[in-house]
């Protein structure tokens, strides 16, 4: 008897030919770029370095497309947003030692966000790797454990045979939910050396599903049918799972009100009448989400800024949907189903029966109008201005990429993404000089649409050698930087803390002038304008930037009693 698993391809003549007369002048770089070609991969990003320059060598042979950054970091950036924009697992190409370090702040957003990007580094020669003190360059004791608490899965290769199946296996671990960053390192002799191993053909890498335990849909569709007052959190892991439309099935069955995480902006459509939109940052919506007798949680941990800053305390039940293990109950007792948003919410969708509320819009419209209250009162018409400008300018289908500055704070809560999959910022690991190489990586996958980076001035200095990047590939990312003259958001954290800021100011160039030394067209604009400046040089093709000099202010918080 034959079983499934005994059964094995055979080569065909073509393909046995090929493997016994390889092409001669082949390298262990070759079978790097043979295999992610094999995978699917069409583009990567990276930066080049001594140990690694077997791997781009091989590039050369190949027909994979290239998109260099100045800067490791941003590099990882780009990939990241290519990852969330095209589900796929986004290659990244690095040195060893101070290249591959450099990287570490991206893979970390990249884990928080869930973002498929397979880095591949190079190491010093296999003689150097266990430890010892060598003396090559770049040498770290051991590279790989700079990145165990942030990847996903770290994998070493000692030998050429090893590569293709620790690229298919970094590549499987990329993309099984929860999707996430993985590390490749291969010594430096093992890219350089000829190889007599045959081309690499294909790939054979299939993510696991992560189905729920049907014992467990059981129970959460018991309680959601039962409930009388139903409420649901939507995070990232929707957006990730391409879950949104189970969602909006699921949420218009119950009549349950949805609000959206920052993670998660555009799970569910903005004006909707069961939307709560995201203002999650607020004592009303806490209030709400705290009164529902059972709360469905999907993709989210229910973090710092998805829970007002830990000050949400449910009392009803909560129902808590989450592919990563680490997150389940991790910050509320809940019935934690450990799944992929998408399959457990089909689950639900077939067990669930229709409830009626003839409530449900009416309270979240007298939500919606307390938050709008409460907004108005604090005279922030500027900010509010600004925002709708950037919504009214940029195209419904493009997407936009947000620094850690203020206007994307507001951003947050109250920016209408369109659409899921639409608006990304670096809220994850929170950190500064995500947004203009996260927009690059995305105009890279999808250039039928432009893509809008926003910044604040201390953001834009950190990727701002990018606007080379944009220029030499001529990628159609429209680049707003909000100019407050420092750190915005932490001058106003020090004043209110401390009564004055410190280390927040900063001298800063002209960003017009200096983009147009770069080739890149610029245009200083107004409140008054902005919205006017900012839609044509997002209608005009390659890289822009639009500067506006402005003071932002933060909408007063709620945790703080």
């Known amino acids: 008897m034959t079983h499934d698993h005994d059964l094995v ?308 039940r909560v129902v808590q949907i989450e592919a990563d293990l680490g997150k389940l109950e991790s910050n509320h007792p809940a019935l934690g189903i450990h799944a992929d948003a998408r399959l457990a919410l089909q689950a639900l969708l077939e067990t669930v029966p229709v409830r009626e509320d003839a409530t449900a819009e009416d309270r979240v419209r007298e939500v919606l109008a307390k938050v709008a209250d409460r907004i108005d009162s604090q005279e922030l018409t500027l900010e509010q201005d600004v925002l709708a400008s950037v919504r009214g300018a940029l195209p419904a289908s493009s997407p936009s990429f947000w620094d850690m500055t203020i206007l994307a704070y507001w951003a947050w809560s109250a920016f209408d993404a369109k659409g899921p999959n639409h608006m990304h910022s670096a809220q994850g690991a929170g950190g500064l000089g995500y947004a203009f190489p996260a927009a690059l990586g995305a105009a890279a996958a999808d250039p039928a649409r432009p893509v809008l980076a926003v910044s604040g001035d201390g953001g834009a200095l950190y990727s701002i050698a990018e606007l080379a990047t944009a220029r030499q590939y001529d990628l159609d990312v429209t680049w707003l930087i909000v100019d407050d003259g420092g750190y915005g958001i932490l001058r106003e954290y020090m004043n209110d803390a401390f009564g004055e800021a410190t280390a927040t100011e900063l001298s800063r160039p002209d960003y017009v002038a200096l983009a147009e030394s770069f080739g890149v067209p610029g245009v200083r604009t107004t409140p008054e304008t902005l919205e006017q400046d900012l839609a044509k040089a997002l209608a005009a093709p390659g890289p822009s930037v639009v500067l506006l000099p402005a003071v932002l202010r933060m909408f007063a918080p709620t945790h703080l009693g």
């Not at 002048?25 to 070759?30: A, E, L, V």
């Not at 296996?169 to 093992?190: F, K, R, Y």
């Not at 909006?248 to 069955?253: T, Y």
């Open 9 to 316: 391809l055979r080569p065909t003549p073509a393909q046995t030919e090929a493997a016994l007369n390889p092409p001669p002048g082949r390298t262990g770089g070759d079978l790097v770029v043979e295999t992610l070609a094999g995978l699917g991969a069409t583009t990567v990003f990276g930066l080049p370095g001594q140990h690694a320059l077997g791997m781009f060598d091989a590039l050369r042979r190949s027909d994979l497309r290239y998109i260099g950054l100045r800067v490791e970091n941003n590099a990882g950036f780009a990939a990241d947003a290519y990852g969330r924009i095209t589900g796929e697992a986004a290659p990244l190409l690095l040195s060893t030692g101070p290249g591959a370090l450099t990287s570490l702040a991206a893979l970390q957003e990249a884990a928080a966000a869930s973002a498929p990007v397979l880095a591949i580094s190079s190491q010093v020669p296999t003689a150097g790797l266990g430890g010892g003190r060598h003396g090559y360059l770049h040498e770290l004791p051991d590279q790989a454990a700079s990145f165990r608490g942030v990847v996903k899965s770290v994998h070493t290769v000692r030998t050429q045979s090893q590569i293709p199946s620790a690229i298919e296996a970094a590549w499987t671990s990329a993309l099984t939910a929860p999707h996430g960053p993985v590390w490749v390192e291969i010594p430096q002799d093992a890219l350089l050396a000829e190889t007599a191993i045959p081309v690499v053909t294909g790939g054979d890498a299939f993510p696991e599903e992560l189905p729920p335990r049907p014992e467990l849909t059981a129970v959460a569709a018991d309680l959601l049918s039962k409930a009388a007052r139903p409420a649901i959190i939507a995070g990232g892991g929707v957006v990730r799972a391409d879950a949104s439309g189970k969602l909006r099935q699921l949420a218009e069955r119950l009549q349950a009100p949805v609000v959206t995480t920052p993670g998660g902006k555009g799970a569910f459509p903005w004006t909707h009448p069961l939307s709560l939109q995201s203002w999650i940052e607020d004592r009303h919506t806490t209030d709400f989400l705290e009164d529902a007798d059972v709360l469905l949680v999907v993709g989210s941990g229910l973090g710092e800024l998805s829970s007002n800053y830990h000050t949400f305390k449910p009392r009803g």
